[in-house]
C-alpha cells in the first residue's frame, strides 16, 4: 500500500506572490500619478509575499536633486523585518572584518571612494541579495516633468497648497508638497499590495525636506498625509503603523537605509546614461558593484525600477525597467 506523502508546511517559505496585483481601487477620481503607478504594477510579473510575516519596515532615500541629474529618483526598501536578525548580525561580523563597526561608518553612495567602505562594499551588496526578504522600488520621474498631479505645474500646485492646508496638513510650498505626494503616494501603494491586515508597519527615512520640522508643517504632518494616502489604496488595515527619521546614533537602520540610497542613485545614472546615449557611466569600483548588483537577480530581494517619461505627443507614461549587466564605467 502506498504511503501517502505529506507536506510540512513549516518548511515551505513563502518569498513571492505572482500577478496580477488588484488595483481596483483606483478609479477615475484619483491622481493620474495614481494611473501611471497603475500602468507599470501591471507589467510586474511577481512582488513580495509578506503573508507569514508580522512586522514590514519601509527604508526610504531620494536622489536626483543635484544639478546635472535627469531623473528624480525615489526609492524605498519594503522587508520582512520580523526576518531581519541575520542580516544584523553578517553586516556586524562585517564591519568589525573591515574595521567599520566603532565608529559607524555609514555606506553612501556619494562617497563610494572611501577606502575600508569601498571594499566592503562586494560582500555588503551580497548580504543585501541573500538576507533581506522583501523589493528595492525605485520610480524614476523625467526632471522635465513638471508634475505628476495635473496639466499643469501652477494649476497643479496651487491645489495642492490649497488642499493640504485645508485638510489641517500644514502650509506646504508647491515643489515640497508635490515630492511629498510622490512619496507617500509611491509607498502606500505598494504597502497595499504586499501587506495583509493586522501587520505592523515602520516607515524609517532619511533626513528630507518633506520630514523636516518647520514653522508651518512638521513630520507629523507627513505621517498623516502617508496614512490618508494609504487608506486610498489599502483595503484592509494594519495593526500599527510607526515612523521614523535617521536618529544621530547609527544603527542597522542606517545599513537599510543605505540600500535605497544605493537604488536612488545608481538608477539616476543608468537612466541619464540611456537618455544621452552615453554609453560610460563616470565612477570607480563602487560604481561598477552597484551596476552589477542592480542587475543582478536575487533570490529573496525584488529590484523593481519604475520610469515615467514624456511621450513624443506630450502625454505621460510609465514602464518597467529591466537592467541588463552590460554597462561600463570610467
Known amino acids: 500500500m502506498a ?40 507589467q510586474l510579473n511577481e512582488l513580495p509575499d509578506f503573508s507569514d510575516d508580522e512586522k514590514i519596515a519601509v527604508m526610504s532615500d531620494f536622489g536626483g536633486e543635484h544639478p546635472g541629474a535627469h531623473f528624480y529618483t525615489y526609492s524605498f526598501l519594503i522587508l520582512a523585518y520580523n526576518k531581519i536578525g541575520p542580516f544584523m548580525e553578517q553586516v556586524e561580523k562585517l564591519r568589525q572584518k573591515y574595521g567599520l563597526l566603532n565608529p559607524y561608518s555609514e555606506f553612501a553612495f556619494k562617497d563610494l571612494g572611501y577606502g575600508p567602505r569601498s571594499r566592503a562594499l562586494p560582500e555588503f551588496l551580497h548580504l543585501v541579495d541573500n538576507f ?16 505628476v498631479f495635473g496639466l499643469s505645474k501652477k494649476q497643479a500646485h496651487q491645489l495642492i497648497e490649497e488642499q493640504l ?32 491586515g493586522n501587520q505592523r508597519l515602520l516607515w524609517y527615512c532619511d533626513n528630507d525636506a518633506i520630514n523636516e ?4 508643517r512638521g513630520f507629523a504632518d507627513t505621517q498623516q498625509i ?42 539616476q545614472d543608468l537612466l541619464k546614461s540611456h537618455k544621452t546615449g552615453d554609453d560610460i557611466i563616470p565612477g570607480g569600483a563602487g560604481k561598477v558593484e552597484l551596476l552589477k548588483w542592480m542587475a543582478k537577480k536575487s533570490k529573496f530581494l525584488s529590484k523593481i525600477t519604475i520610469q515615467i517619461s514624456k511621450l513624443t505627443g506630450g502625454e505621460l507614461g510609465s514602464g518597467i525597467v529591466d537592467f541588463s549587466p552590460a554597462k561600463q564605467t570610467s
Open 3 to 42: 504511503r501517502k506523502k505529506t507536506r510540512n508546511a513549516a518548511h515551505t517559505q513563502k518569498i513571492r506572490k505572482k500577478a496580477p496585483f488588484d488595483l481596483s481601487v483606483i478609479t477615475e477620481e484619483y491622481p493620474h500619478f495614481s494611473h501611471l503607478l497603475a500602468v507599470a504594477v501591471g
Open 226 to 267: 502617508f496614512l490618508r494616502t494609504l487608506g486610498m489604496y489599502s483595503k484592509h488595515k494594519l495593526d500599527l503603523v510607526g515612523f521614523g527619521r535617521s536618529f544621530n546614533g547609527k544603527s542597522h537602520l542606517d545599513d537599510l537605509l543605505s540600500i535605497p540610497d544605493f537604488a536612488a542613485g545608481v538608477v
Open 132 to 147: 533581506i526578504h522583501g523589493a528595492i522600488i525605485t520610480i524614476a520621474i523625467d526632471k522635465q516633468i513638471d508634475t
Open 165 to 196: 492646508l485645508s485638510m489641517g496638513l500644514g502650509k506646504w510650498k508647491g515643489a515640497a508638497g508635490e515630492k511629498v505626494l510622490r512619496v507617500c503616494h509611491s509607498i502606500a501603494l505598494f504597502t497595499a499590495l504586499t501587506t495583509r
Open 213 to 216: 520640522n518647520a514653522r508651518d
